[in-house]
């Protein structure tokens, strides 16, 4: 069993950085492909980024390239998501999610982008982003 614990979300001016981090437990964390989702009130839940084990591939949604960043540290069991150039938009509640079906993979599985990643296999509590205008 694997738990997630999000932490970093606030309130941020746009044009601002915030850092999200996402703490595991468990001692397989560092065989699964590692995320992050978000949701905006009224909306569905959207993928946002993704980072291989090894960190070698990483994944993102249209909407945060350039701006967003993932990255994890195996030995410290977390993964982050850089956040830069905050819009208003980008306000939305931000879950870490992993994929433990299929340790040490290096691509995107589509579980990632369909349904809302409903089908993944862990899950955070989520932490709250609000950017102001």
């Known amino acids: 069993q694997v738990q997630l614990v999000e932490s970093g979300g606030g309130l941020v001016q746009a044009g601002g950085s915030l850092r999200l981090s996402c703490a595991a437990s468990?001692?397989?964390?560092?065989?699964?492909?590692m995320g992050w989702f978000r949701q905006a009130p009224g909306k569905e839940r959207e993928f946002v980024a993704a980072?291989?084990?090894?960190?070698?591939?990483?994944y993102y949604a249209d909407s945060v390239k350039g701006r967003f960043t993932i990255s994890r540290d195996n030995a410290k069991n977390t993964v982050y998501l850089q956040m830069n150039s905050l819009k208003p938009e980008d306000t939305a509640v931000y879950y870490c999610?992993?994929?433990?079906?299929?340790?040490?993979?290096?691509?995107?599985?589509?579980?990632?982008?369909?349904?809302?990643?409903?089908?993944?296999?862990?899950w955070g509590q989520g932490t709250q982003v609000t950017v102001s205008s």
């Open positions: 999610a992993a994929d433990a079906r299929r340790p040490y993979a290096s691509y995107l599985n589509p579980r990632w982008t369909s349904a809302g990643g409903d089908s993944l296999d862990y």
């Open positions: 468990g001692r397989t964390f560092s065989s699964y492909f």
């Open positions: 980072i291989s084990w090894n960190s070698i591939t990483t």
